[in-house]
């Protein structure tokens, strides 16, 4: 069975950090990019960053370039998410997930990816 365990949300200040964790299992860890996504309240999901553990290839949403940092743990089965300077705005549900086929859609299309973890919140308060 395929899960995905989000983790290490909580509530921060304005300029503060968090580290969030996905533990996956019941898949080839290398087979498939995970993704990071959020929702915030009354706004759609939108896609954060994504990595390919096989070879360390990430991606990033415009609006968290330069502030956070994805990277994966193949020995754990574990995706990370380090946020670092984090604003008001990174207030959401924050989604792990895993990526079931490529499309032209590009890299954190939410409709690509297939099994999704539980979410955890951040909050980060001004």
């Known amino acids: 069975e395929v899960q995905l365990q989000a983790s290490g949300g909580g509530l921060v200040q304005a300029g503060g950090s968090l580290r969030l964790s996905c533990a996956a299992s019941?898949?080839?860890?290398?087979?498939?990019?995970i993704g990071w996504f959020r929702q915030a309240p009354g706004k759609e999901r939108e896609g954060v960053s994504t990595?390919?553990?096989?070879?360390?290839?990430?991606y990033y949403a415009d609006s968290v370039k330069g502030r956070f940092t994805i990277s994966s743990d193949s020995a754990k089965s574990t995706v990370y998410l380090e946020m670092n300077s984090l604003k008001p705005e990174d207030t959401a549900v924050y989604y792990c997930a895993r990526l079931g086929r490529a499309t032209s859609w590009g890299p954190l299309a939410v409709p690509s990816y297939d099994y999704w973890g539980q979410g955890t919140l951040v909050t980060v308060s001004s």
């Open positions: 019941g898949f080839t860890f290398e087979d498939y990019f």
């Open positions: 990595i390919a553990p096989s070879d360390g290839f990430t």
